[in-house]
């Protein structure tokens, strides 16, 4: 083990999903970090591997935390090989260990990726063996050290994932509803609300409870990666446990001091299903006890009063796996005179993929943000508002009922 290894800066990239990085740059600066480059999918700072530990612990809107070994010019997979096979890979894996390898390829030499992969373990492999008289194990599994190559026409560069499977996931997710939102596009939501943690936060048609879940690990100042027990950076010949040790009883002590929130948190759904799902996601999460639940719908929901201005965030169907979008546009109209009736003490955040739905119905918002929910492209409106025609439609639905 090298212990001075883990003081050596070097650029770290930090990925996402696509529309998040705002957020995530937030979030890393908060963490005493500098920023570099925002990306669509991605944010740089610089940092040691100690800190990739803290990232990897600390950060809710991120995917991976990758740290920079090398960057060079390679025009073909010979050229490739022979930049590797000069990284001393003997200071980073276990000579005994397991390491798998990611990449990203766009190279007009390559047309395979797999055989960018081959030729990064052959290159690790060709080192260990002349430095150390044996190689590690290979393969495609994430659970140990993590390779990853990225690769654009003739600029390569190659980092330790010091993450392995992604952030994201958290661990509280024993049950799911048909289309599950990620953690990390539900704290970045909260993040783009402007959710101060003080004010209540409700989450109508809460589907299995992410958004809520993901609200009071925020209000409690909870590290998203605290119950996490395998990261790849710990896989690492040069990984000291004391330092990450030390760090998790740091985040510990901040969650047990912010536990107990001043603010309510409730989630309602018009599906059984789905509310017992939150209710079993809430148990692994430790949240029962701070978060309500309840089956009724949206328009009848809890909305309790605020001593400080709250939120709501609805993540309504928008059609495809998720209902008829013509059957869908009294429940947009529904949410417009909600939000409506609540605007004097709650800001109101609808998160569809389907705004033209929104916009057909008249619910309309000056300010949306843009994400995407797997592929699919997303809009989050702030305060959307009916027009003078679609609220006075909605008054007349509401009188008939």
Known sequence: MNPSFTEEPSTLVV?????????????????????????????????????????????????????????FRARNANQLYASLVEIPWERYLDPEGYFSVDRAVDNPTIFDTQYAALKVKDAVADRMRTACGRRPDSGNERDKACLFL??????AAIYLDTTGDSLSFRGYRAASSEAPMRESLAAALLMASGWN?????????????????????????????????????????????????RLRSEAVREFEQHKDIACRIVAS??????????????????????????????TISLVPE???RGVILLNPPYGGRMGDPVRLRGTYLDIGGFLESHAGAYDGYVFTGNPELAEAVGLTSPNAQTFYSG???????????LTPEALAQFRRRDARR
């Open 269 to 298: 759904d018009i599906d059984p299903a789905m509310v017992a799902a939150t209710r079993e996601n809430l148990a692994l999460a430790g949240g029962t006890e701070h978060v309500e639940c309840d089956v009724c719908d949206f």
């Open 375 to 385: 592929r699919i492209e997303c809009k989050l409106l702030e305060n959307p508002r």
């Open 197 to 245: 943690r003080r004010g209540n936060l409700l989450n109508p048609m809460c589907g299995c409870g992410t958004i809520a879940i993901e609200a009071l690990w925020m209000a409690q100042h909870r590290a998203p990666a605290l119950q996490r027990e395998n990261f790849a950076f710990m896989h690492l010949a040069c990984f000291e446990p004391g330092a990450w040790t």
């Open 15 to 71: 990925t996402c999903s696509p529309g998040v990085a705002p957020h995530l740059a937030s979030e890393i600066s908060a963490l005493g970090f500098r920023t570099g480059r925002v990306s669509e999918t991605a944010v740089e700072t610089e940092g040691t591997l100690a800190d990739c530990m803290k990232l990897n612990l600390h950060l809710r809107t991120a995917h991976r935390v990758l740290y920079a070994l090398d960057r």
């Open 150 to 155: 990225h690769w654009t026409d003739d600029a």
């Open 306 to 308: 605020s001593a400080e």
